[in-house]
């Protein structure tokens, strides 16, 4: 009874908040279904239940209130991100061994909710990726790739997709493929020669893949249209990553691929607007948010030009969320009446 | 011409719940049974009681009077019950010093004295405001006398006049801006010419024209009567909470921001409330000391209105005027983003009571279950000081409240719009609150650790100089005596050369040398 002002509140909460991020994840999904298949649907329905399911098993052993936490829908986010930015034909076990890593390591060992220093799903994309790089390596073609029986019996059939033949109809992401083919030594190629003979790119970056990255676009723009996210991170990264692809296809267009085509491939767009804007493990004030996306930009464009894993994002996510604590503190905003283009005072 | 706006950071547009108490006419609260008037009602060393009980007082006769501390008056003509501890309304249920009185229902005024202010000096401007118990009217009630200060310039550029009021429900500015305008404006007129400032900017949110059309009218009304009202703007201020705290305004209005520990007058402004201008002039041209104000009294209640209420009535009286639903549950001194909960009903009501808001669990439910903070900067966008409230949280929280103030804590103004904002449901002003008592209790204790130590040193020094003394008494005296021995020694026998019978050999010389360093070495330092 004796508690103090404010005495009402804005009617918003944790649950609202994540609830926003997963609708705004629902028009990149819906283009994803459309142009490979369903198969990420079953893989959503099975992080999302095991996502809760764990996050409810840790919950009652930490002695936390359940239903609230529960339902603050903070393991979805972290159980649909870690789907889409996985292959959608990987094993089902990799999912789950992802998604109980990402919950009960990354996310309740450091003290759950609002404490994890890294980005859960992203700590999980890397584990898995360092632990089986193959079978995180294989994506299904857009358009003329498997069925939707063909894709449910890889993920669960555990069915080997060299053994049956499958090999055509799945393929390295856009990114890889890229790389690959400018690195193999056999042939001397350039980059638009890639792009124009290799099945898996479409009109800006890869097939399919290009109108995935929209459909994330506007999810993005409406939650910062919603105040859930500020522009500032997902402006960043995406000048930085333009600026610097601009700058190497400028210098050398055979060797390296144009900014729209990093915009619009492997994890740029999702990155941008749904796992470097994460305020948990980030940086929160406006100047070091703007540093902590241009860092992720510059680090996922160097990884994906120069390192050796197909997309970039998650270990320069990683990378940039050490720096966060750092960022922050030497960024903190000057307050009201210390900033520079305030009167003087009369002497 | 236009008024060139500034825009303060964040702020928030809570529900405003403002339509009900507005359209009553300003009421006078009949007579109380009792009045108890707490003798602190603004900062700084409360006034002593200068009545005793079963003395006669009238109206506007001063009960508490203070060295520097506004002056405090009888409310209505009566009999003092008691001058004893009573609970003020303090969300703890703090007892103070009060003056309880029983009106004798003949309401009789004390002397009143009109201040000829035009031909005094500042100072008695001063005593005078201080003698009438003029405070400041919009809530934190900081006494008007002490910011009389034209800075060094012996001017100020800048009259704001706080007409903003930016908190749900209350409406006691906006209703004493419609009804009394014109009283308003003159008393206007006497602070800038207490404060000599060129321009005056009356600022007022936008929500409400009637004021701003009552007020602008009041000043057209006054300069054709040959008023001097030259350089008095009103001006609409963008409505979105806190406008109407004193440094977001003078923002607002002319884009300086005062830093936290400085005056405004360093800036060349200073800042009133539209009520306090009211008392300054019912104070210096009618010689009535400040015993009433206007107050809201809203929420749960039947009739919301605006009642002209004398301070030490309790707050159930106003409550009752207005009509209070079955469920109330609870009475709020302010509005629901910055008031206090009160202790009781029966608390008095006091300068600082700008509105009584009665609360029942549907209007202010208990807040949702406290969840962990995830950093979503909502706070920090909603910030008007431009701080970032989730550090500072995180930092009181953990009790680390070196670095809560190196993130500027104490430039909080515990305005409650992260609170508002806060996803999470955590109650940042209370760990805020928290923060500043302990560091403030600190201070104290490191003061108080401070004065006992130069007391146990003067001390020392004392017992030191005493022993000194004694010991060099003590030799005065066995010198004195053996200089007598000597004497009579000398006069017994002849005088001989002394002789050194005694010489330690060379190896005990060098180890009483060794002890002397060793003792060198690990005697401590004498202390100063």
New interface residues.
């Given amino acids: 009874?004796?508690?103090?002002?404010?005495?009402?509140?804005?009617a918003?909460?944790?649950r609202?908040?994540m609830l926003k991020v997963l609708a705004a994840l629902l028009p990149g999904l819906v283009a994803y279904v459309w142009f490979f298949g369903a198969a990420i649907l079953v893989q959503l329905v099975l992080a999302s239940v095991v996502a809760l399911a764990v996050e409810a098993v840790m919950l009652v052993m930490r002695k936390k209130?359940l239903m609230?936490?529960l339902t603050?829908g903070?393991a979805l986010v972290t159980a649909w991100l870690i789907v889409l930015t996985f292959p959608p034909i990987v094993p089902w076990w990799v999912t789950c061994a992802a998604v109980v890593f990402a919950i009960v390591i990354v996310k309740h060992l450091y003290g759950?909710?609002?404490?994890n220093p890294f980005n859960p799903a992203m700590a999980a994309f890397a584990a898995m990726i360092v632990a089986y790089p193959q079978l995180m390596s294989q994506w299904p073609a857009a358009g003329h790739g498997v069925d939707f029986a063909g894709q449910i019996s890889m993920i669960f059939g555990g069915l080997d997709i060299r053994h049956l033949g499958l090999d055509a109809l799945t393929m390295a992401t856009p990114l890889d493929s890229l790389r690959t083919g400018l690195h193999s030594a056999e042939i001397k190629t350039s980059v638009a020669n890639i792009l124009a003979t290799h099945p898996t790119y479409g009109m800006f970056g890869g097939k399919g893949w290009e109108w995935v990255a929209a459909g994330y676009l506007v999810g993005g723009i409406w939650l910062i249209q919603q105040?859930?996210i500020?522009w500032h991170i997902p402006v960043a990264f995406l000048v930085t990553l333009t600026l610097i692809a601009g700058a190497f296809q400028i210098a050398s267009p055979d060797n390296y691929a144009s900014p729209l085509f990093h915009l619009l491939c492997g994890g740029s767009m999702l990155g941008a607007f749904f796992i470097a804007t994460d305020?948990?493990a980030?940086a929160?004030?406006p100047r070091g948010k703007l540093i902590y996306g241009a860092g992720i930009a510059f680090f996922t464009y160097i990884i994906r030009a120069f390192g050796a894993y197909p997309d970039g994002v998650a270990f320069a996510t990683l990378l940039l969320n050490i720096c966060a604590p750092l960022i922050?503190m030497t960024t903190?905003?000057?307050?009201?009446?210390?900033?520079k283009n305030?009167?003087k005072?009369?002497? | 011409m236009l008024q060139q706006l500034f825009r303060?950071?964040g702020g928030?547009k809570?529900p405003y719940h403002k339509e009900g108490a507005v359209t009553q006419p300003i009421a006078e609260a009949p007579l109380s049974a009792e009045y108890v008037i707490p003798l602190q009602q603004s900062i700084g060393r409360p006034p002593e009681p200068i009545v005793k009980p079963g003395e006669k007082v009238l109206r506007g006769q001063i009960i508490g009077s203070g060295l520097n501390a506004p002056a405090i008056h009888a409310s209505t003509s009566g009999t003092v019950k008691a001058v004893e501890m009573r609970r003020i309304p303090h969300?703890s249920g703090l007892a103070a010093l009060c003056v309880v009185i029983e009106p004798d229902g003949e309401d009789k005024w004390f002397e009143r004295i009109p201040f000829d202010y035009r031909n005094a000096s500042i100072d008695k401007a001063r005593a005078f405001l201080r003698e009438a118990g003029i405070v400041g009217l919009g809530g934190a009630v900081f006494p008007s006398h002490q910011k009389l200060n034209t800075?060094?310039?012996g001017k100020l550029d800048h009259l704001v006049i706080n007409g903003a009021e930016c908190e749900p429900f209350i409406t006691c500015d906006d209703v004493l801006m419609r009804e009394r305008g014109e009283t308003m404006i003159r008393g206007i007129a006497i602070l800038r010419e207490l404060v000599r400032a060129e321009n005056v900017l009356i600022g007022i949110e936008d929500n409400k024209p009637e004021a701003i059309a009552a007020t602008q009218a009041a000043i057209d009304k006054l300069s054709a009567l040959g008023e001097n009202t030259a350089g008095m703007r009103v001006v609409a201020v963008p409505t979105r909470y806190p406008a109407g705290g004193a440094?977001q305004l003078i923002?607002v209005l002319t884009?300086?921001?005062?830093?936290?520990g400085?005056r405004s007058t360093?800036?060349?402004v200073q800042c009133f409330n539209v009520g306090t201008a009211l008392a300054i002039y019912d104070a210096v041209a009618l010689g009535q000391p400040l015993i009433s104000r206007i107050i809201t009294v809203a929420g749960n209640v039947e009739r919301p209105g605006n009642f002209e209420a004398r301070f030490g009535a309790p707050m159930r009286d106003l409550v009752a005027l207005a009509g209070p639903r079955p469920d109330s549950?609870?009475i709020?001194m302010?509005g629901?983003?910055?008031?206090?909960?009160m202790p009781g009903d029966e608390v008095p009501v006091v300068k600082a009571t700008n509105c009584i808001?009665v609360?029942s669990p549907k209007?202010?439910?208990?807040?949702?279950?406290e969840?962990?903070?995830?950093?979503?900067?909502?706070c920090?966008?909603a910030c008007?000081?431009?701080?970032?409230p989730?550090?500072m949280y995180w930092f009181a929280r953990a009790r680390n409240f070196g670095k809560a103030q190196e993130?500027?804590l104490f430039?909080c103004i515990e305005c409650?719009a992260c609170?508002?904002?806060?996803?999470?449901?955590i109650?940042l002003?209370?760990y805020y609150?928290f923060a500043k008592t302990e560091i403030w209790a600190h201070e104290r204790d490191n003061a108080a650790a401070e004065r006992a130590r130069a007391r146990y040193e003067l001390r020392t020094q004392r017992e030191e100089r005493e022993k000194a003394e004694k010991v060099a008494r003590l030799a005065a005296k066995t010198a004195a005596a053996h200089e007598q021995a000597l004497v009579a020694a000398a006069e017994q026998a002849p005088a001989e050369p002394p002789i050194i019978d005694h010489v330690p050999p060379e190896p005990e010389i060098e180890a009483m040398r060794l002890k002397i360093r060793e003792m060198a070495k690990t005697t401590p330092p004498e202390e100063e």
Avoid at chain 2, 363 to 369: A, I, K, R, S, T
Wanted: charged share 15%.
């Fill in positions: 009874m004796l508690n103090n002002s404010p005495f009402f509140r804005h918003t909460s944790v609202c908040i209130p609230l936490f603050d903070s759950g909710l609002g404490q105040r859930i500020s305020p948990i980030g929160t004030t922050d903190q905003p000057p307050v009201f009446g210390h900033k305030t009167p005072e009369k002497s | 303060f950071h928030v809570p969300t800075g060094k310039s440094k923002r884009g300086i921001e005062v830093p936290h400085k360093s800036y060349g549950n609870r709020v302010g629901p983003m910055m008031g206090v909960s808001l609360g209007l202010f439910p208990p807040p949702p279950p969840m962990p903070c995830i950093r979503c900067g909502a920090a966008f008007p000081s431009d701080l970032q989730y550090e993130y500027h430039d409650g609170a508002y904002v806060c996803p999470s449901h109650p002003v209370d609150r």
